[in-house]
Structures are given as C-alpha cells and as structure tokens.
C-alpha cells in the first residue's frame, strides 16, 4: 500500500469524530425528550387528581359495554350492513360471538353475531326453546333488571318472552330480527333511549354446549359523557389534547386539540430534514394512525398499562410535517381502583427542529474538517512520495553508475528527517564512489607494480637456465618445472598487460568524440564485415526502414558489436543461427544481439558485464587466457551513450540475448 492511501486511511479515521458527535445529539435529544415526558407525566397526574377530587363521572370499574354514537341511520333488519363503520371496534360476546351496540337521538340498538356451523332450532314461546339455541338478554335500570329470551326457528321477525316479572320502568314486549345462514346467526333490535338503561346483560346458549340456559351477567353502560367533556374542559391545558378513557381504552372524554406552532419560513423543516430526524436521530417514533382523533377506542399498550396503574408516554409522528406528538398515559384512581385512563396528547417542532439544526451543523462542520484534514494530509503526503522518489531515483542513477554520484544528491540541504537521509545517502555514496574510483585504478596501480617483479622473475629463470645448460647440470626432471614456472610468468604477464589495457580502453572510451551518425549504416555496416566470420552459423539482420540519427561514437558502438559478436559466435553451434536488431526507441536506440546456445545461469546474470569475469572454459597450459573483459568494455560503451547493457534468456529456453540501450551523448557547449 502507497504511503498516500496509508495517509488517506489514517484520516478517515477522523469519521470517529462525526460518529461520536451523532451519538451525543442523540443522546441529548433523549435527554430532552424524557425532560418533555416527565413534565407532560407530572400535569397529567394533576389533572387526574382533579377530576377524583371534583367527582367528576367516571365509569365503574371491571367490565363494561360502551356504546357507540350511530354513524348513520340504522334500520332493524337483521343484516349488518348498517354497522360497518361500526365493526372495527365490535366487543366480545363470550367465545362464539361479538357485540355492537349504537344510540342516536331516540333509540338504543343491539346487533349480535353468533357464530355457529350446528343449530337446535324453536321459538320462543316453544315449551322446550330453553333447551334450543337462544339469547337471554338482560336490561337494568336503577338497580332493577329484566331478562328475556330471544329464540327463533326461522328467519325473521321475533318476539321476545319474558324471563322474569314486570319491572317498572322496563318493557313487557321486545321484538327483535333475527337472520342466519350457515355460518351462524344474527340478531338485531333496538329499546327506545327514555328507558334510561344503565345496565345491560347478554349471554349465548349453545345447545350442543350445555349450562344454564338462563344464566347471565350483567355490565354497566357507558357512553362518550358531556358532563365528562365539560369537567375535563375546565382543567385542559393550552395546546394539548386531552382524552379520558375507560380502562378497556373506550373514549369516555376529550377536550382541547393538538395545536402545532406555526412554522416560520426558516423553521419549517423540508423532507430531507425530516428523513435526516427519523432516519439518524428519532428513537421509537410510532405511526400516527392508532392515535386518530375520531376512534371510540384507543386499544395500545401504553393505555393498558396506564389501566394496571402505571404511567406511560410515547413520542409518534404528528400530523403536520417534521412535528412529533408527546403522548402521557396515567391512570385515573378513585377508592384504590382504576376507573380510568387520562391521556394527554402535545405536539412540537422544537425536539426535531432543534436536533435537526444540531446534528446538520455537526455533520457540516465535521465533513469540513475532515475534507480539509484529508486534503492536508493528501498534499503531505504526496510531496513526501515526491521527495521518496527523488532519494530513490537518485540512488538508483548512482547503483547504474557503480555507486558514483551523478550531480549533487538531492535534498540535502532539507533540515527535517529526509534531508537527514539525503545526507547520510550522499556520505554514503561518496564512501562507495570513492572505493569504487579505487577499485577502478588499482589495475593500473597493480600492473605498474608487477612489471618490475615479473621482469625479476622472468630474467632470474632465463639466467638460471643458462647457468645449468653452460654446466650441463640440470637434471632430467627439472625441466618440467622450468616450462611450467615459464609458462606462469608469463600468464601473470598476459594478465598484467590485459589490466593496464582496460584502464587505457576506459581512458579510450571517456575520451571519445562523438558526432551525429546513422545507426542503420553503423549496424549494416558491421553486419557485412561478420558475415565472413560467421561460417557456417547463419547470421540474420533486422533494420528500421527509417534512419536512426544519433548524436555518439560510432567507433565505440563498432568496438561494442565485435565484442558481442565475439562472444555470441564462441557459444554458437556450427549450424546456428545469430540475430542482430537494430530498433528505434522513444529515448534513443535499441541494438539487440541473439544467438542459439546455452542459456545464461541465474546467479551470472548480473556480473556478466564486470571487468575479468568470463563463462568460458579455463584454457589449458599454455593457450592465451580470456581475461572476460570484452563484455565489460561493451557495458562501459552503453554508460557512456547515457544506456546500460543487458543480457537475458531467450523466452523459448533456445538461446541468449544481449541488449544495447543507448541515449546518445551530451552535446559539448563551445
């Protein structure tokens, strides 16, 4: 990994710092939202307490019916088509069936479902029709109450027969419509509302059940109570909603609506705000749709818990965009029982304006930061990758050069840690450049000294070897060892000569001049002249069409060639082929030698073109040396035409090739 993207990832580690700000606007809008709760909580419980003390009329406690306001005009007919606005909120009638009771102006209606697949049928003024199916229905007026029996044996009009004696107030005659079909049936009627019923009792017998055929419990009546609406009235607080309900949730009461500030131009959230409050920062915002204003019944969770006595609030979505609804459900307890359930209801725009304003600037300024911390470090970063690249550049130049300087190094006047090491490198290449200058001359060095010791040794041998001919003394077996030390001599001679010519051939080659000449003519050129040399290898010769203009030595490109060209043919079958390829590149000129024959060992690659290094076989005793300085001498061309040599196995494993990379050298300012 670049140290560019490593400096890129250590600053998106700066997204810590949005996150922990996000995580702390939550929390102070939680913070902010149970500040809100417990204030709402404390003026319900207030009002609560009022309504006990001002005995205000709530219903009784335990189970109840509640009866709801028509909707619309009801006709008795037995079909529940009249009662669909009222079906969502039906009540259980024991396991088999539901119960919808309604009044409008002058009636009290009942409709009840029964649900049944196997019917024992008769009327009810059968002698058996207790032991058929049948309703018993019971009203109750101040205490009193009168059950009768609702029984049919076909569809249609019924007529009720009293269970108990004439009660005052309650009537002797109740007819009633009944309907069925095969999945039960359904009975409706309607009392008139003067009767003033404060109690009603309903029970369904099922004759393949069994039980008391005239049991059943009466339940108290309760209905939406003006007088209720009014006392709640008196003690409503500005801009909240109150509801009073009965424990099973039953709207008994409700005063006051939710007044929503109105909203300035500034203020007004847009839809990207309000997905940014509800998406990032709201926390369990319920749906608005179970809390409609216009329902008989609010059957939620925190109503039944307010119902068990203990308080409870709920934040939802409001009506108007980017509101939220606070909701504060406490029980209403009078004699130590719950009697019903006050719920307050208050809506805002602070809560979500004020974490939207909060967690907006936050995140603004966060991403600013960081886009700017980014862009710091990516500039920093990116000059230190430059001055990296310059340092490696530069000892790259000097590693091609044998650890020789090219120019001053750079950076080393840089007073931070990279000019230190520009410094320690430049020291450092100045240590091994000079060793290298060193190692450079000491062929000179040494072959200067040698010549005095060789010529020592050479002329003590001939002198002693006259000496034991004039004496005709010398030994039979001595004459071995005579030739043999011969022959040493002068091999230490070949040598010594071969040193001080590489240090003339360097001098040679510094001091070349050089001119503008056609490489294609310089390569033809030496092309013809090996073709004779090459015998029976064929010998191939590959040229641009176009000239190759070049500013060098053509003399030194010639000397390089026959070195190559030497060498190539010294490891060429007889029947071999050679490939000699001139080709023009973006920065110079490229001249390509291949031959068939043995491919190169991996650990020679990189010293093939070292002075005194050779992989031809060792000569015998007596046959002139390869002292390995012919490649070593093409290296030294290539360096001055600003190139390097090369050499590298042929991709199909058949032979060799040795590559000349060449530049041109400098013009020389006059």
Request: aromatic share 6%; glycine share 8%.
């Amino acid at each position: 990994m670049t140290l560019r993207r490593k400096l890129l990832l250590v600053a998106l580690c700066t997204l810590a710092l949005p996150v922990a700000g996000w995580l702390y606007v939550r929390q102070m809008e939680t913070l902010l939202r149970e500040g809100q709760a417990q204030a709402l909580t404390a003026s319900a419980r207030a009002m609560a307490r009022s309504l006990v003390v001002t005995d205000a009329p709530l219903p009784p406690s335990g189970p109840l019916w509640y009866v709801q306001e028509a909707a619309n005009p009801i006709t008795v007919d037995g079909y529940g088509d009249d009662w669909a606005p009222l079906t969502p909120w039906s009540q259980p009638l024991d396991k088999r069936g539901k119960l919808l009771l309604a009044e409008d102006a002058d009636w009290l209606y009942l409709y009840v479902d029964v649900r049944t697949t196997q019917r024992t049928r008769a009327d009810a003024d059968d002698p058996g029709a207790l032991r058929a199916d049948h309703l018993v229905l019971s009203l109750g007026k101040g205490g009193q109450s009168r059950r009768y029996l609702l029984a049919s044996a076909a569809p249609g009009l019924l007529t009720a027969r009293p269970l108990d004696p004439p009660v005052d107030g309650l009537p002797s005659l109740l007819t009633a419509q009944w309907q069925e079909d095969g999945s039960g049936y359904r009975v409706e009627l309607r009392v008139p509302r003067n009767l003033g019923l404060d109690a009603l009792g309903l029970a369904i017998y099922d004759a393949g059940s069994g039980g008391d055929p005239m049991a059943v419990q009466s339940r108290p009546l309760v209905t939406y109570s003006p007088p209720l609406t009014h006392e709640l009235g008196q003690l409503a607080l500005d801009g909240v909603q109150a509801r009073v309900l009965a424990p099973q949730g039953w709207l008994l009461a409700r005063t006051g609506h939710l007044a929503t500030p109105a909203a300035t131009a500034g203020d007004q959230p847009g839809w990207f705000a309000a997905l940014v409050y509800r998406s990032l920062l709201a926390n369990q915002v319920e749906d608005a749709e179970p809390w409609t204003q216009d329902v008989p019944r609010l059957d939620v969770d925190e109503v039944r818990q307010a119902s068990e006595g203990r308080p409870a609030t709920l934040w939802r979505q409001g009506e108007a965009r980017g509101s939220v609804v606070l909701a504060a459900a406490v029980p209403i307890e009078r004699e130590g029982q719950v009697r019903g359930v006050l719920l307050l209801e208050q809506a805002s725009r602070a809560v979500p304006l004020l974490a939207n304003r909060a967690l907006l600037g936050l995140l603004l300024t966060s991403f600013s930061v960081l886009l700017v911390a980014g862009a710091i470090l990516l500039i920093f970063a990116t000059r230190l990758s430059i001055r990296l690249g310059r340092l490696r550049d530069a000892a790259e130049r000097a590693q091609l050069n044998d650890g020789r300087l090219d120019g001053p190094f750079p950076m080393t006047g840089a007073e931070d840690e990279i000019g230190d090491l520009a410094r320690s490198f430049a020291r450092l290449f100045e240590v091994v450049g000079g060793y290298t200058d060193y190692l450079r001359t000491l062929a000179s060095k040494l072959s200067h000294e040698l010549n005095t010791p060789l010529a020592i040794v050479k002329s003590s041998l001939d002198n002693l070897e006259h000496a034991l001919q004039a004496q005709h003394a010398m030994p039979p077996d001595a004459q071995p060892y005579l030739l043999r030390a011969r022959d040493g001599v002068a091999r230490l001679g070949t040598l010594v000569r071969a040193m001080s010519e590489a240090s003339r051939m360097e001098r040679a080659i510094a001091a070349a001049e050089p001119e503008d000449v056609d490489l294609v003519a310089v390569v033809r050129g030496c092309s013809e002249a090996y073709r004779p040399l090459a015998g029976t290898r064929r010998l191939e010769t590959v040229l641009p069409a176009a000239p190759v203009v070049m500013h060098c030595a053509p003399e030194l490109i010639a000397q390089a060639l026959d070195k190559l060209f030497d060498n190539a043919l010294s490891f060429t079958p007889e029947q071999g082929w050679l490939r000699l390829t001139l080709r023009a590149t973006q920065h110079g000129a490229e001249i390509e030698l291949a031959n068939q024959g043995p491919p190169l060992p991996a650990a020679m690659q990189g010293r093939l073109f070292d002075s005194l290094v050779s992989l031809r076989d060792k000569a015998t005793p007596g046959d002139a040396p390869h002292l390995g300085l012919g490649l070593y001498v093409v290296r030294l061309v290539a360096e001055r035409h600003g190139g390097v040599a090369m050499a590298s196995n042929l991709a199909d494993g058949r032979g060799v090739a040795f590559t000349l990379q060449l530049r041109g050298m400098p013009r020389q300012r006059l």
